[in-house]
């Protein structure tokens, strides 16, 4: 990763919310949507130019489980494992999804295309089993869904 690129980033996003203590959050934000997670050097940057301990923000970027301090796939898979899902088996689908991208929950694959993430609930308990895959929302998963699910998003990548 491009340390200049990083630097720039994150003090033109600070600069974009005017040093503003209160728009950490938004500016951690933003930086995560460039590069997909929290670069080390930005969250740097940001406690430099904001006067803000590291450990400060370090423990902004770790209590929220939106935010990712390792890289992450281009493409983000989130399992709900929610009461209503996980009677209608989020397990057995997580572990498809496992076994169909070769990497375990928390993973990234090595082509960086999809992340894998076990959450504990999306909302959407009417329709479980449910998969959130950049943010739009699969209803009554089944495992035979997968392949034809995961399908559509490599189909993008090679256009």
Same mark, same amino acid.
């Given at each position: ?5 990083? %630097?720039? %980033? ?15 959050? #938004? ?9 997909? *997670? ?19 923000? *370090?423990?902004?970027?770790?209590? *929220? ?25 989020? #397990? ?15 993973? %990234? ?18 329709? #479980? ?23 559509? *998003? ?6």
């Amino acid at each position: 990763m491009d340390l200049k690129a990083i %630097t720039k %980033t994150a003090r033109d996003t600070i600069k974009k919310y005017n040093r503003d203590h209160s728009q950490i959050i #938004a500016i951690l934000q933003d930086i995560q949507g460039v590069y997909n *997670y929290l670069p080390k050097e930005a969250l740097s940057v940001i406690s430099e130019e904001m006067d803000v301990p590291l450990s400060r923000v *370090y423990e902004i970027a770790t209590f *929220y489980n939106s935010f990712s301090l390792k890289p992450r796939g281009k493409h983000m898979i989130e399992i709900c494992a929610g009461t209503a899902c996980h009677v209608q088996g989020a #397990a057995n689908i997580l572990d498809r999804f496992e076994r169909e991208l070769g990497i375990k929950r928390g993973e %990234t694959t090595q082509d960086g295309l999809f992340t894998l993430e076990e959450v504990r609930c999306l909302g959407c308990c009417s329709l #479980a089993a449910v998969v959130r895959l950049d943010g739009n929302i699969y209803p009554f998963v089944k495992q035979d869904d997968i392949p034809r699910i995961l399908k559509k *998003y490599k189909k993008q990548e090679v256009k």
